[in-house]
Nanobody
Framework: QVRLVESGGRLVQAGGSLRLSCAFSGRAFSVYEMGWFRQVSGKEREFVAAMNWSGGFTSYADSVKGRFIISRDNAKSTAYLEINTLNPDDTAVYYC?????????????????WGQGTQVTVSS
């Protein structure tokens, strides 16, 4: 199994930025793709961004393209989501996700491993 632990969520004023982290452990070497999702209270989980772990391919939802940056540090087995120019609509629980399958996360927005989530709250 792969364990994912998110961190970095907090209360931020609109216009600010923050970076979320996702630490991988366990069978982390088997992760082929990773990504980020978010869920607004009362709504369904929404795809945010994904990448191929080894190749660096990235994909973003249209709603976040240009403001969010997904990245990773292979040596630290950690993925990141940089969120810029925050607005109140970005308020959500953000989840890190991983998949052992090529195309499952980046193409189908599905994953078999999930973190516990970290709360991001943007005030206006």
């Amino acid at each position: 199994q792969v364990r994912l632990v998110e961190s970095g969520g907090r209360l931020v004023q609109a216009g600010g930025s923050l970076r979320l982290s996702c630490a991988f452990s366990g069978r982390a070497f088997s992760v082929y793709e990773m990504g980020w999702f978010r869920q607004v209270s009362g709504k369904e989980r929404e795809f945010v961004a994904a990448m191929n772990w080894s190749g660096g391919f990235t994909s973003y939802a249209d709603s976040v393209k240009g403001r969010f940056i997904i990245s990773r540090d292979n040596a630290k087995s950690t993925a990141y989501l940089e969120i810029n120019t925050l607005n109140p609509d970005d308020t959500a629980v953000y989840y890190c996700a991983a998949s052992f399958s090529s195309g499952r996360l980046t193409g189908r927005h599905e994953a078999e491993y999930w973190g516990q989530g970290t709360q991001v709250t943007v005030s206006s």
